[in-house]
Nanobody, 129 residues
Framework: QVQLVESGGGLVQPGGSLRLSCAAS????????MGWFRQTPGKEREFAAS????????YLADSVKGRFTISRDNAKNTVYLQMNSLKPEDTAVYYC??????????????????????WGQGTQVTVSS
């Protein structure tokens, strides 16, 4: 019954913006750290952003820092990824994920992706002129 459903992906020109949404159901959303990952065919899935239970703290990958913002609305069971100044190398399938442990504990792990219990199906983001 747990579901994470991403939306908001699409085709955008370099320098443009997109906002991804992830609607969660089937678990207590406010008790889970949320994250965004991305994957390009032929490459490993990589971390992009994560946010604490309350939404007051977050981590961003160096590759997206200063351009992306992660946020959440616990009343709506939704986590967002605002992507600005998009580059062609941002092209990927973007996945929403949920983890039971705290933001800090999750990022202490040697296997970050394994710390996330639930995953969405992904939404395609293509940055191209």
């Amino acid at each position: 019954q747990v579901q994470l459903v991403e939306s908001g992906g699409g085709l955008v020109q370099p320098g443009g913006s997109l906002r991804l949404s992830c609607a969660a159901s089937g678990f207590t959303f406010g008790d889970f750290t949320m994250g965004w990952f991305r994957q390009t065919p032929g490459k490993e899935r990589e971390f992009a952003a994560s946010i604490s239970w309350s939404g007051f703290n977050h981590y961003l990958a160096d590759s997206v820092k200063g351009r992306f913002t992660i946020s959440r609305d616990n009343a709506k069971n939704t986590v967002y990824l605002q992507m600005n100044s998009l580059k062609p190398e941002d092209t990927a399938v973007y996945y929403c994920a949920a983890g039971r442990r705290t933001l800090v504990d999750i990022h202490y792990s040697d296997d970050l992706q394994n710390e996330f219990d639930y995953w969405g199906q992904g939404t395609q983001v293509t940055v191209s002129s």
